[in-house]
């Protein structure tokens, strides 16, 4: 096969941004020009040629937490069905989170989940293990070249793979010496606001009150006790999801380079609120719960001067039937978000919050740097080609008729959007083309450097 050019696109990488041209063999990146190439001096007999004049080229997304509900959910989404609507959205890599039925607590049902997705995935794939309150021996066993971390639920969330045993989660932060991903929410804050709203609401608490439930305070005790505890032991910790401006004053600004505590959000926290909960009927109902318009545009800004080092997804797909006509115990948390997770984010960048580069660096580069993730993040010489080109000068309506997902529905629906995703590239091939998947699936179980 012909080596392939993408030509002429804007490059944004490493923190920078310039027109230029990418090459692509083998699988990988052979060069990185700069400037612009007339087409007709590249030799159409040696290369096969892409022109991107006029569109954005970049890395590949690396999205760190999916709920892919594969296996044990397969009505929801599958890795198959969830893995092209990545793809869609400009994922070409992702993490997987362990609760699923059964749970991904052992490296026998680890070894399930990655067998199944060299099978069906279109992205690459990773799969976090889960936390229990006895399975520590279990956890220091596996090979973290083959796991991005331990995901532990310091609150329960689908699937209750709480962990409440304060001795055991010292264990973890104490011998364990990868990421912890961290679900940090109070569960005994949680139970006592559940408590009093179901004595105020007896026929049913109103799914708007779900932020009253899963509070900001919840929050905050959890995430507190989660620094504290890494500060002590020296835990590498990643805080998940981070919903408030409290937490935020707990982590550090700048490049996470050398933190040993991070921390990541999620786009829907940085476009909807508590308020949007009973306005959609629960559509944006999700765990930790949305919360006030003043912890939003601190988020936004948190985005901006590194307190947040991170955009992940926390893709949570459910069907309109269990979303919709709940309450707020019965309506179930969580939403899907990787095919219009890129775009959302470099809007909200178009206006202002943040840069592109910054999109980049959260959404692709820190996320190889946080786990590790060899010749991926980047475009540069010799890494991986996974390439993502974007139009930005689009314009259209994000609507349900659109989703890939197999849930079949988007919180996002009616935004209007002038980025689009046109091409993924995943290992050197156009996996999905100007809305079309190809049906060259090339993905690859993601290495960790020991």
């Given at each position: 096969?012909?080596?392939?050019?993408?030509?002429?696109?804007?490059?944004?990488?490493?923190?920078?941004?310039?027109?230029?041209?990418?090459?692509?063999?083998?699988?990988?990146?052979?060069?990185?020009?700069?400037?612009?190439?007339?087409?007709?001096?590249?030799?159409?007999?040696?290369?096969?040629?892409?022109?991107?004049?006029?569109?954005?080229?970049?890395?590949?997304?690396?999205?760190?937490?999916?709920?892919?509900?594969?296996?044990?959910?397969?009505?929801?989404?599958?890795?198959?069905?969830?893995?092209?609507?990545?793809?869609?959205?400009?994922?070409?890599?992702?993490?997987?989170?362990?609760?699923?039925?059964?749970?991904?607590?052992?490296?026998?049902?680890?070894?399930?989940?990655?067998?199944?997705?060299?099978?069906?995935?279109?992205?690459?794939?990773?799969?976090?293990?889960?936390?229990?309150?006895?399975?520590?021996?279990?956890?220091?066993?596996?090979?973290?070249?083959?796991?991005?971390?331990?995901?532990?639920?310091?609150?329960?969330?689908?699937?209750?793979?709480?962990?409440?045993?304060?001795?055991?989660?010292?264990?973890?932060?104490?011998?364990?010496?990868?990421v912890i991903a961290c679900h940090a929410e109070s569960e005994e804050i949680i139970t006592a606001n559940r408590q009093?709203?179901?004595?105020?609401?007896?026929?049913?608490?109103?799914?708007?009150?779900?932020?009253?439930?899963?509070?900001?305070?919840?929050?905050?005790?959890?995430?507190?006790?989660?620094?504290?505890?890494?500060?002590?032991?020296?835990?590498?910790?990643?805080?998940?999801?981070?919903?408030?401006?409290?937490?935020?004053?707990?982590?550090?600004?700048?490049?996470?380079?050398?933190?040993?505590?991070?921390?990541?959000?999620?786009?829907?926290?940085?476009?909807?609120?508590?308020?949007?909960?009973?306005?959609?009927?629960?559509?944006?109902?999700?765990?930790?719960?949305?919360?006030?318009?003043?912890d939003r545009r601190e988020l936004l800004r948190a985005v901006a001067d590194g307190r947040i080092d991170v955009i992940?997804?926390?893709?949570?797909?459910?069907?309109?039937?269990?979303?919709?006509?709940?309450?707020?115990?019965?309506?179930?948390?969580?939403?899907?978000?990787?095919?219009?997770?890129?775009?959302?984010?470099?809007?909200?960048?178009?206006?202002?919050?943040?840069?592109?580069?910054?999109?980049?660096?959260?959404?692709?580069?820190?996320?190889?740097?946080?786990?590790?993730?060899?010749?991926?993040?980047?475009?540069?010489?010799?890494?991986?080609?996974?390439?993502?080109?974007?139009?930005?000068?689009?314009?259209?309506?994000?609507?349900?008729?659109?989703?890939?997902?197999?849930?079949?529905?988007?919180?996002?629906?009616?935004?209007?959007?002038?980025?689009?995703?046109?091409?993924?590239?995943?290992?050197?091939?156009?996996?999905?083309?100007?809305?079309?998947?190809?049906?060259?699936?090339?993905?690859?179980?993601?290495?960790?450097?020991?």
């Open positions: 096969m012909k080596p392939k050019v993408l030509n002429n696109g804007l490059i944004i990488s490493d923190g920078f941004r310039f027109v230029g041209s990418v090459v692509v063999d083998g699988g990988l990146i052979t060069s990185v020009d700069m400037g612009r190439t007339d087409a007709a001096d590249i030799p159409q007999e040696n290369y096969e040629v892409f022109d991107c004049q006029g569109k954005f080229i970049l890395p590949g997304m690396i999205d760190e937490h999916v709920h892919f509900r594969d296996p044990g959910m397969a009505e929801k989404g599958d890795i198959a069905t969830e893995s092209r609507a990545a793809i869609a959205g400009g994922i070409t890599s992702f993490f997987d989170m362990p609760n699923t039925s059964p749970l991904t607590t052992t490296i026998e049902a680890w070894e399930q989940k990655m067998a199944r997705a060299a099978e069906v995935s279109a992205a690459n794939y990773a799969f976090f293990l889960g936390a229990t309150n006895d399975n520590l021996d279990e956890i220091l066993q596996a090979d973290y070249t083959r796991i991005p971390g331990v995901k532990l639920f310091m609150g329960s969330s689908t699937g209750n793979m709480l962990v409440d045993n304060d001795s055991e989660i010292r264990r973890l932060f104490a011998r364990f010496h990868r009093q709203l179901q004595a105020r609401y007896p026929e049913g608490i109103p799914v708007g009150c779900h932020s009253e439930i899963r509070s900001r305070q919840a929050c905050l005790e959890a995430t507190t006790k989660a620094v504290k505890l890494a500060r002590e032991t020296g835990a590498r910790l990643h805080l998940m999801h981070v919903t408030t401006a409290d937490e935020l004053a707990l982590l550090r600004p700048g490049n996470l380079t050398g933190k040993r505590i991070t921390a990541e959000t999620c786009p829907h926290y940085l476009c909807f609120t508590d308020e949007s909960v009973e306005r959609t009927g629960g559509l944006t109902k999700c765990n930790p719960a949305l919360k006030t318009e003043s992940g997804t926390d893709h949570a797909p459910h069907l309109l039937s269990q979303k919709l006509g709940g309450t707020a115990l019965t309506a179930a948390s969580g939403m899907p978000s990787v095919q219009f997770a890129l775009p959302v984010m470099m809007q909200l960048a178009g206006k202002g919050y943040f840069t592109l580069e910054d999109v980049v660096e959260k959404m692709s580069a820190a996320p190889a740097r946080l786990y590790g993730i060899s010749r991926r993040g980047y475009i540069r010489q010799h890494y991986m080609a996974d390439l993502v080109v974007v139009n930005p000068d689009d314009d259209y309506v994000i609507s349900n008729d659109d989703v890939i997902s197999l849930c079949g529905w988007t919180p996002y629906e009616g935004m209007r959007l002038r980025f689009r995703v046109e091409q993924t590239w995943v290992n050197g091939e156009p996996a999905y083309v100007n809305g079309s998947f190809t049906g060259l699936q090339t993905p690859l179980a993601i290495r960790f450097d020991a």
